[in-house]
C-alpha cells in the first residue's frame, strides 16, 4: 500500500533525453523518443511505485524560444511545471558551460524556491574529469540539493537517482491507481508513437508541423485474443510534405505505419490493424483553435 508520494518535474533544453529518463525510471516506452529537438509537446506523467512510495514525474517539452502558437503553449508547460512540485530535476549534458535555456530554468526554479537535483546525463560519452569540471561549473550558479550523474539511455546511475528522488516523498495516498505508469489515453499513447516515427523517418522540417489524431479505436476479439482496430490521420502543414509522408507508391506511409504497429502491439498487448491516412492543415502551428483541437491546451 502507498503511504508516501511526491510529485518531481523533468526539466531541461530539447533533446537532453528527458524521455528516455522518464521511460527509465517507470521501466516502460511511455514518453517517445528520438534524436530531433522538440520532440515532446505535452507534459507527460509517469508514475513509479517503489516499495511504499508513488513518485510521479513530469516529462516537459525541451525549454526553447518558441516560434509558434505550438510552440508557445509547449514553453508554458515547462513554466508550469516547475511550480507546485516537490523538486525539479534540472537535466544538463556534461557540458561545463550554462547556456541560455539553463540559466532562465535556474531562474525559474529559483523563482518558486522549490528543491533542484541536478543530473548530468550523456555521462557515457565524456571522462570523469569533464563530468568533475560540470559539477563545478553549476554547483557555482546554484544550490542543488543532489547532483547525480547518469546515462538514461545505459541506465546508469538510475537506480542512484531513484533513491535520491524518493527523499522528497511525503505523507499521502496514492495519486494513480498502483500498476498505472502513464496518466496518458491509449489513444494518445498511440498517436505518439505513430509521430516519432514521423519525426525518425522524415527529415528537416516535414516532421515538426506533422500532428496525429485518432479517429477510431475499438475493440474485437475474445479476452485471450484480443485485436484492436485503429484509424489514424496524420495532419501536415503542406501539400509537397504530404507527398514527403506518403512517399513514392506510399512506401513511407508503409515504413511509418509498419514500425509504429510493432510498437502500438507492444504497448497494448494485442494485435492492431492500423490505418492511416494524411491530410494538409495549412499553418495549423500557429491557430489557437487547431493547436487546442489536437489536444495542446492549458
Known sequence: MIKSNAMITIA????????????????EKIAIVTSKPQTTRNRI??????????????????FHKPQTRLGDYMVNVVKQSVADVDAVMLLVEPIANIGTQETLLLERIRETGVPAVLVINKIDAVDKENILKVIAVYSEAHTFAAIVPISARLG??????????????????????EGMTTDQPEKQVIAELLREKLLINL????????????????????????IIDVDVTIYCEKASHKGMIIGKNGAMLKKIGTQAREDIERFMGAKVFLQTWVKVKENWRDSDTAVRNFGYSE
Do not use: C, M, W
Request: a negative charge; proline letters at 6%; aromatic letters at 4%.
Open 12 to 27: 531541461g533544453r530539447p533533446n537532453v533525453g528527458k524521455s528516455t529518463l522518464i521511460n527509465a525510471l517507470t521501466g
Open 45 to 62: 506523467f509517469g508514475v513509479v511505485n517503489k516499495d511504499e512510495t508513488q513518485l510521479v514525474l513530469l516529462d516537459t517539452p525541451g
Open 156 to 177: 546508469d546511475g538510475v537506480g542512484e537517482l531513484l533513491t535520491e528522488l524518493l527523499k522528497y516523498a511525503k505523507d499521502g495516498t496514492a495519486l494513480f491507481p
Open 203 to 226: 527529415q528537416r522540417e516535414v516532421p515538426h508541423g506533422t500532428a496525429v489524431e485518432v479517429t477510431k479505436f475499438s475493440e474485437r476479439g475474445d479476452e485471450d485474443s484480443p
